[in-house]
Each structure stands twice: as structure tokens, then as C-alpha cells.
């Protein structure tokens, strides 16, 4: 009998945030994050479809307010070492991004409804992919200019801006104390001769604007040298467990 084959060995550590604060410059203190908030006129140069951005943290349950249609709620992750799929990652706990989006003229950035409203009525939590009750959001909203909301250059723009601020965090949470997690976790892609062959189909949105999905980035649910969906011209892509759980696949709807 053929013995079990293991190929990839990925490692997440998890580092808990209790509070989220702004502050003059991005530093992790666990379990305090501080996160400062560029003034965006300077970094828009080079996304020139967006008008303006506005960075807020929403304290957990503090739910009872105005959002505009959301487009997308991020973890805040990075490798350490390897690539995506295996070697460390590491990933904060207890606080997410939330990005949203509306045109300067007030339309909403949306392709087939939009969910703008109170954020308590359009949120729902404790899910997969969705905030827990006791999570710190914090929201990155993006003003694009008139009629930008369903092209899809602009929504790039949107979610690359979002990205770019997310690196920042990135940058640090790289440099912690591995040593410091909070909990640790290991998964391994195996192969067993003798089992049974399981392949899951996830059918993704691939159809243009926001309706889109991003494949294997560089970091864990982020932008920089991932590829669209829409062009690779929606054809099958296999992904192995170690890649899914990582974060090879960012929607963008």
C-alpha cells in the first residue's frame, strides 16, 4: 500500500487586537493597534479616478450608523515566509477592513444592487468571511469621481487604493515576535494514493466591474500581482486547500 505523500506545510499565527486607535504613525503594541491615516490628496496622484477617501474605525457593536454600499470586508494578513500557501503567515485577529464606495455625484458604486443603509441592517456578523460581534472594522470609504461607479478601472483603482493602505499594516504585523502569537496553526496539503479523489467547485463572479475576483496576490486577500478572473478569460483554475485557506482568492463583489 502506498503511503500518504505531504507536499505543503502552511503555518498561520494568529495575533489578537483588542483596540483600535488612530494615532501619528502605524505600530502594532499587542494587543493595541495604532493605524495612521495619510492625508490621501498626496496619494492620489496616481489613482486618478478616485476623489477622495475616508479612513474611520468602527468600534465593535457601535453598528448604528450610515455606509455606503460595501464592497468587499478584508482580513489583515501577510507572509512571513514562503508563498502563498505555505510557509507562516500571519494574521491579525479581532479587527477587519471594510471597504466601501459611492461617486461624487451620490450613486452608489454597485453593478447588480448596492447595500448602502445602516451598517447595523446590512452587516450580518459572526458568519464566514463577516466580522464577529466583538471585531473593530475599520472602514476605508472611497468617493470615486462622477460616473466611476460601475467602470471597472475605477473599482481597481478603489480596491488597490485599499490595498495600499492595508500594506502599511502589513509591513509591521511582518516584523512581529513570532514568538508572541496568540494561537498557531498548521495545515498540510496530502496526498493519500489509496483514498478518495474530492475536488470542490466554487463558482466565482467574473463578469466585470466589481463582479470580479483576484487570484493568487502576493499577500494573503490583497491586490498586488494577483490576476483577474475576467482576464484569464474565466477558465478553470485549480487551487490546492493550502492556497484557498491562505488567501488565493480576494472577491470583489
Known sequence: MEQ?????????????????VSDNK?????????????DFD?????????KDVQVDIIEPMKHDRWTNSIMDIMPISTKVLGSLGEGT????TG????????????????EFG???????DKLVLNKAGTPSDQDYIISFNVTLKEKQGTNRTAILQAHRCCDEFIQEIRNHLKKMDSRSYTEKHEFYDRSKPNGKKVAIVKQVAGQGAMYDNQLLPQEP???????SIIDLANVPIILSPNE????ALRAMT
Not at 479587527?95 to 454597485?110: F, I, K, P, R, S
Not at 484557498?244 to 488567501?247: E, H, I, L, V
Open 4 to 20: 500518504e505523500k505531504q507536499y505543503r506545510r502552511l503555518v498561520i499565527k494568529t495575533f489578537h487586537i483588542d483596540q483600535v
Open 26 to 38: 502605524t505600530i502594532i503594541e499587542l494587543p493595541k493597534l495604532s493605524i495612521f491615516i495619510p
Open 42 to 50: 498626496k496619494k492620489l496622484s496616481k489613482h486618478d479616478l478616485i
Open 89 to 92: 503567515t500571519h494574521t491579525l
Open 95 to 110: 479587527v477587519c477592513v471594510m471597504l466601501t464606495g459611492v461617486d461624487e455625484a451620490g450613486n452608489q458604486v454597485a
Open 114 to 120: 448596492s447595500s448602502e443603509g445602516m451598517l447595523k
Open 221 to 227: 486577500s490583497g491586490m498586488e500581482g494577483g490576476r
Open 244 to 247: 484557498y485557506r491562505d488567501g
